[in-house]
């Protein structure tokens, strides 16, 4: 089982004269978080998560009579997930 680091974690960018930087802030109770394995891995599974959130939320909305699961709680997860992976939704630090 993976042992990330829980969220909500942040995007930081840095304006530099080579171009810009994005660091994401990875922070506990206890302050930064050293980077590990776990983490790397969830971030290089992101895209493929994110392609996967889509597919499913393009069928559910494609369904028919599928009013009550658009409804549930982890359907609105879904969208809201997909919105942070796409910039909307949550405050992103230039």
Do not use: C
């Not at 810009?20 to 930064?32: F, K, R, Y």
Request: glycine residues 10%.
């Amino acid at each position: 089982m993976s042992k990330h680091t829980p969220g909500p974690w942040r995007v930081n960018f840095t304006h530099s004269e080579n171009g810009v930087l994005v660091s994401i802030g990875i922070h506990s109770s206890d302050g930064p978080v050293p980077a590990t394995f776990d983490n790397a891995y969830l971030m290089a599974a992101a895209p493929q998560m994110l392609e996967a959130l889509k597919n499913l939320a393009q069928e559910v909305n494609a369904g028919v009579n599928n009013g009550w699961l658009r409804k549930q709680d982890g359907y609105k997860q879904a969208l809201a997930a997909i919105a942070a992976a796409e910039g909307r939704g949550h405050e992103v630090k230039i």
